[in-house]
């Protein structure tokens, strides 16, 4: 039973559409902190946990370069997040829906 526990637990993340969100943009590419907080106009520790939330049950990975973090999508290890996030909208769809044509961020 704990494999179900632990399957639970991760769909549970996906109950946020923030986070949903944040996962589907990864599919693409990267996205910087400073991106998403742009994004979805919160503030950036509400971005960094969310984000912190992702890290802890391993669906995103970070790299830091200077001052800002950089995640990416880290789910090889688990196929129902990929299969969920294959029916996602692209990254294009996403920021139209959020009325976001273009990303300004003052990253770097």
């Known amino acids: 039973m704990e494999i179900f526990t632990n399957i639970a637990d991760d769909l549970k993340l996906l109950g946020d559409r923030t986070r949903l969100a944040m996962l589907s943009l990864l599919k693409e590419r990267e996205w910087c902190v400073c991106e998403f907080v742009s ?3 919160i503030s950036q520790p509400a971005v960094s946990q969310h984000l912190r939330k992702l890290k802890s049950k ?4 970070e790299k830091k370069r200077g001052q800002w973090v950089y995640y990416s999508l880290n789910v ?3 196929p129902y997040i990929r299969d969920v996030l294959d029916h996602m909208p692209d990254s294009k769809t996403i920021l139209s829906s959020l009325n976001k044509e273009s990303v300004t961020a003052s990253c770097e």
């Open 39 to 41: 994004i979805f106009d």
């Open 58 to 61: 391993g669906m995103v990975k």
């Open 76 to 78: 090889e290890d688990k």
